[in-house]
């Protein structure tokens, strides 16, 4: 079964508008972190925002907010204020407790139209 | 702020040529991981060292073998090359393996086997 599921492959916005990425889980751990990554034409790899399963407050960073909803299992981007710069690949990734890495979704495709 | 080095950023190799991927984590960093990204998939993670001493291994091809020296830099070295090893091959530094917040990735060394 996929632990990060991503169901939106692409999506399309109005600038200055709010976005909403979808992002599901699956884990059994009862201490694990939820992450959100851009991906831009370039390739690398942008670190947006994390979430930490004990965490009670849903995270924030500038734009960026997590909507982390525990029993529902998911954990969604929201972007505010959208901005032409935002258009790129979204990935949604999971630690779990009982390893070091990073368990990646499929990813999103954000295109953000002037 | 330093940030996650790799080199290079490009390679291009033959089928069955020889590459090593070069890795220079966060200054402090102790924690390299390795993730492979082929074209329009999600990163798969494929080892990880901490202390120089490998913490979790995912799907690393047996034609593959990383290490992480003792000024905490690592290479992988990818032996037979195939045409299905054309990617992006990312590392990310980490403080510890343990700190959630922990993954910096580089910008990642872009594999075309030809």
């Known amino acids: 079964a996929q632990k990060i599921t991503q169901t939106q492959p692409g999506m399309f916005v109005q600038e200055k508008e709010a976005v909403t990425l979808d992002c599901t889980y699956d884990?059994?751990?009862?201490?694990?972190?939820l992450f959100w990554y851009k991906q831009p034409s370039s390739g690398e790899m942008i670190f947006l925002i994390y979430q930490g399963s004990y965490d009670e407050q849903n995270a924030t960073e500038g734009r960026y907010s997590l909507n982390f909803q525990k029993a529902r299992k998911s954990a969604n981007l929201v972007i505010s204020a959208s901005q032409l710069g935002d258009s790129a690949m979204y990935f949604c990734?999971?630690?779990?407790?009982?390893?070091?890495?990073?368990?990646f979704g499929g990813g999103t495709r954000l295109m953000v139209k002037p | 702020a330093a940030g996650v080095i790799q080199s290079p950023r490009h390679l291009i190799k033959e089928k069955r040529e020889t590459a090593t991927l070069k890795c220079y984590p966060i200054p402090r960093h102790d924690t390299v991981y390795w993730y492979q990204q082929g074209p329009g998939q999600d990163p798969q993670f494929l080892i990880s060292f901490y202390e120089k001493m490998q913490s979790d291994k995912g799907s690393i091809p047996d034609r593959f073998s990383a290490q992480q020296f003792s000024d905490y830099h690592s290479e992988l070295n990818m032996s037979s090359l195939e045409l299905g090893d054309s990617a992006l091959y990312f590392c990310?530094?980490?403080?510890?393996?343990?700190?959630?917040?922990?993954?910096?990735f580089g910008s990642g060394t872009r594999l075309t086997v030809v």
């Open positions: 884990t059994s751990d009862q201490s694990y972190g």
């Open positions: 990310a530094s980490s403080s510890s393996p343990r700190v959630p917040y922990g993954y910096t």
């Open positions: 990734a999971m630690r779990e407790n009982a390893g070091n890495m990073l368990t």
